[in-house]
C-alpha cells in the first residue's frame, strides 16, 4: 500500500521560509517522479513544482521560480519543498505526489497522492 506523509507546514509572516517533506513508503521511490501541488480555498488544485527519477529534471510553476526548490533523496524516499520569500498568495494545502514522468504528473496524471500539510503565510 502506497503511503504520503507530509509535514512541516505551519502558520508564518510573509517573508518567512518553510521546508516541506514527503516520506514515501510502499513503492520504489526512485522509479517514479515526485511533485508538489496546492489548493487554495476556493480554486482548484494547482501544481507547484516537480522533479523527475533522478533529479535531473525539475519544473515549477512560473509564481514560485526563484523562491521555491523542490529536492528528493532517493536513498530516504523523500522528497522536500523549500519556500522561501513566502507571500500570502501561497496560502494552501500542499500535497505531494507520484507519477512516472514529470511531463505526465504536470498534465494531471498523478498516481498517487498524499493527504496534504497547510500552509498559511500571513501578511
Known amino acids: 500500500q502506497v503511503q504520503l506523509v507530509e509535514s512541516g507546514g505551519g502558520l508564518v509572516q510573509a517573508g518567512d521560509s518553510l521546508r516541506l517533506s514527503c516520506a514515501a513508503s510502499g513503492l520504489t521511490f526512485s522509479s517514479y517522479a515526485m511533485a508538489w501541488f496546492r489548493q487554495a480555498p476556493g480554486k482548484e488544485r494547482e501544481f507547484v513544482a516537480a522533479i523527475s527519477r533522478s533529479g535531473g529534471r525539475i519544473n515549477y510553476v512560473d509564481s514560485v521560480k526563484g523562491r521555491f526548490t523542490i529536492s528528493r533523496d532517493n536513498a530516504k524516499n523523500t522528497v522536500s519543498l523549500q519556500m522561501n520569500s513566502l507571500k500570502p498568495e501561497d496560502t494552501a494545502v500542499y500535497s505531494c505526489?507520484?507519477?512516472?514522468?514529470?511531463?505526465?504528473?504536470?498534465?494531471?496524471?498523478?498516481?498517487?497522492w498524499g493527504q496534504g500539510t497547510q500552509v498559511t503565510v500571513s501578511s
Open positions: 505526489a507520484v507519477g512516472w514522468t514529470t511531463a505526465e504528473i504536470i498534465n494531471g496524471d498523478v498516481r498517487y
